[in-house]
Nanobody, 123 residues
Framework: QVQLVESGGGSVQAGGSLSISCVASGYTSSNCMAWFRQAPGKEREGVAG????????YYADSVKGRFTISRDNAKNTVYLQMNSLKPEDTAMYYCAAGLRTPLAELRCSVRYWGQGTQVTVSS
């Protein structure tokens, strides 16, 4: 049973920073991990993805230059550093793990989802 457990969400003022993390446990053949988010009344969207082998990263245009995804394979952990946060970044952030797929969103075909961590940015 694969489990993805997120932590580190919270509230911050616009312009501030937050870092969230996701620990994976259980056997998984996943070779990519990603962060998605969903705001109330909106569809879930990809934020950032990372190839756990080569370290290649992919970002949504809306977060490029502000968010950084990274991973520590020894700890089975992926991180999302979020800087210059905006109110429109407010959402539930979900960790995902899957298989590298060139045509998939963030080049990661998701097989497993975490429960999510809330990020709230106030103006």
């Amino acid at each position: 049973q694969v489990q993805l457990v997120e932590s580190g969400g919270g509230s911050v003022q616009a312009g501030g920073s937050l870092s969230i993390s996701c620990v994976a446990s259980g056997y998984t053949s996943s070779n990519c991990m990603a962060w998605f988010r969903q705001a109330p009344g909106k569809e879930r969207e990809g934020v950032a993805g990372i190839d756990t082998g080569g370290g290649y990263t992919y970002y949504a245009d809306s977060v490029k230059g502000r968010f950084t995804i990274s991973r520590d394979n020894a700890k089975n952990t992926v991180y999302l550093q979020m800087n210059s946060l905006k109110p429109e970044d407010t959402a539930m952030y979900y960790c995902a793990a899957g298989l590298r797929t060139p045509l998939a969103e963030l080049r990661c075909s998701v097989r497993y989802w975490g429960q999510g961590t809330q990020v709230t940015v106030s103006s």
